[in-house]
């Protein structure tokens, strides 16, 4: 775009390695309470959700006051988008009230068609194919407990789902080796690993967790059923293709001794992840979901205060 165009954070592969660590740099110095005064002060963001989310509401509302600025929390069954309103027109009107949008939504087109219509940035909290505040989040977490991913294997074992794609999108970015063991059936689209592969990323897939997990500095999980899943009513198809990818001890005893567990949350406990691993001294899963809020931060002071 020209220079005035807006600063969407859709996903991942949209940007260089450099600016994605701007964004971390930003949010980590938010984290250390470096960033003074209030840099969104005059500026409303609002926040529109399609389906439910604990963190990603919590944390941008309280991230937004935090750097001064204002909030409006939206549900789009409140609003004329959930009753068949147009992105298009939802855009060039929200661009004439708020300073950014962030939307959760389950269709990504959805999104794409918002921030291509809006002269305001846009930003993605969350779709059926991506979750890159997630990603973020998760990178900022990964290096604080163990120094630069780059170079480092992480592994991730369950769905092929959104969260898994933005991982992808991530390997290429920050130069991690990613193991991804799925279901053939869950596997992610052949055409994100093709992308990522071309762009020089280090993408092993498999149906296995074991081999996937093997020396990980870093092991991953997420639900069974996504909330984009959830209308296709086949749940317990895929609890029984997905019972044997659980994150327990004994598959995270295959990972190096000093590997850390990450879960974007919510966790559904005793199925894709038990007890004893959330709860155990390699989890760092409050961390990351903590680092939420300081990542945004991150993304925000780039979007909307010229970090
Ligand atoms: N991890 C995450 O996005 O959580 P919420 O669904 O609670 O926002
Ligand atoms: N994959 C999960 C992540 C929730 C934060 C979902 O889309 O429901």
Known sequence: GGPSAPRHFLEIMDFDAATLRRMLDLGARAKRGEVTGRP???????????????RTRVSFEVGIRQLGGDVVVLSSRDMQLGRGETP??????????VDAVMLRTDDVRKIRELAEHATIPVINGLTDVSHPCQIMADVMTFEEHRGPIAG????????????????????????????????????????????????????????????????????VTDA????????????????????????????????APDA????????????????????????VVFDEAENRLH??????LWALAGG
């Open 40 to 54: 969104l002060a005059g500026k409303t963001v609002a926040l529109i959700f399609e389906k439910p989310s604990t």
């Open 260 to 283: 850390i567990v990450m879960h974007c949350l919510p966790a559904h406990r005793g199925e894709e992840i038990t007890d004893e691993v959330m709860d155990g001294p390699q989890s």
């Open 88 to 97: 298009k027109d939802t855009a060039r009107v929200l661009s004439r009230y």
């Open 152 to 219: 480092q294997v992480v592994a991730w074992t369950g769905d092929g789902n959104n969260v898994a794609q933005s991982f992808i999108q991530a390997a290429a970015r920050f130069d991690f080796t990613l193991r991804i063991a799925t279901p053939p059936e869950l596997a992610p689209p052949p055409a994100l690993i093709e992308w990522a592969r071309g762009q020089g990323a280090r993408i092993e897939l498999t149906n296995d967790p074991a081999a996937a997990v093997k020396g990980a500095r870093c092991v």
């Open 224 to 255: 069974w059923v996504s909330m984009s899943d959830e209308k296709e009513g086949r749940a317990p198809q895929r609890h029984n293709l997905l019972a044997p990818y659980q994150l327990n001890a004994a598959l995270l005893a295959k990972a």
């Open 295 to 300: 990542a945004q931060k991150g993304v925000l």
